[in-house]
T-cell receptor, first 113, second 113 residues
């Protein structure tokens, strides 16, 4: 158990809809990262937050957004969903910002029908 | 940009065989290098890491050495077990404030009794 929790575990929705994925980092970790794992794209970094502020952006679509709250939990919002957004979404956390080990949650499996 | 290349699979070995999974990378500066493992239906777990040239990471009988001259971080284990069957990901972290991990496509390892 990494100490990172993600909810929900599974999510099934329809095209055009909007969903919110939630992540609670390990106790004491200030950085939260979001990743997407799909069969065709592999594991891709989406976005990083550090202590409430956006720190780095990866291959995140404009339809996707994230935020980190004062209690350090984070939410990833996916809107105008398309079939191709079906994937595993992982959250990871680390203490700070620099080349540290990232600890991954169990993931949220999203299926868009 | 940064990239990680690793042999894809599946790689099938017999129990007690010697394992090598090749990983090479492209990055500027001095990235940190990681091997993560993903067991079926689970999130990613850190297996080992190295943060500078010639460092050797090791854990659970697995080893990898950070070779800057060949930009490689090959994973090795002297005697694999059935329980080592999983998907192995090589990854790098550039640091400098942009800390999303760049992953290889993953190597599916199957160990037969």
């Amino acid at each position: 158990d990494s100490g990172v929790t993600q909810t929900p575990k599974h999510l099934i929705t329809a095209t055009g809809q909007r969903v919110t994925l939630r992540c609670s980092p390990r106790s004491g970790d200030l950085s939260v990262y979001w990743y997407q794992q799909s069969l065709d794209q592999g594991l891709q970094f989406l976005i990083q937050y550090y202590n409430g502020e956006e720190r780095a952006k990866g291959n995140i679509l404009e339809r996707f957004s994230a935020q980190q709250f004062p209690d350090l939990h984070s939410e990833l919002n996916l809107s105008s969903l398309e079939l191709g957004d079906s994937a595993l979404y992982f959250c990871a956390s680390s203490p700070g910002t620099s080349q540290e080990t990232q600890y991954f949650g169990p993931g949220t499996r999203l299926l868009v029908l | 940009g940064n990239s990680v290349t690793q042999m894809e699979g599946p790689v099938t070995l017999s129990e007690e065989a010697f394992l090598t999974i090749n990983c090479t990378y492209t990055a500027t500066g001095y990235p940190s290098l990681f091997w993560y493992v993903q067991y079926p239906g689970e999130g990613l777990q850190l297996l080992l890491k190295a943060t500078k040239a010639d460092d050797k990471g090791s854990n659970k009988g697995f080893e990898a050495t950070y070779r800057k001259e060949t930009t490689s971080f090959h994973l090795e284990k002297g005697s694999v077990q059935v329980s080592d069957s999983a998907v192995y990901f090589c990854a790098l972290s550039q640091g400098g404030g942009a800390d999303g991990l760049t992953f290889g496509k993953g190597t599916h390892l199957i160990i037969q009794p």
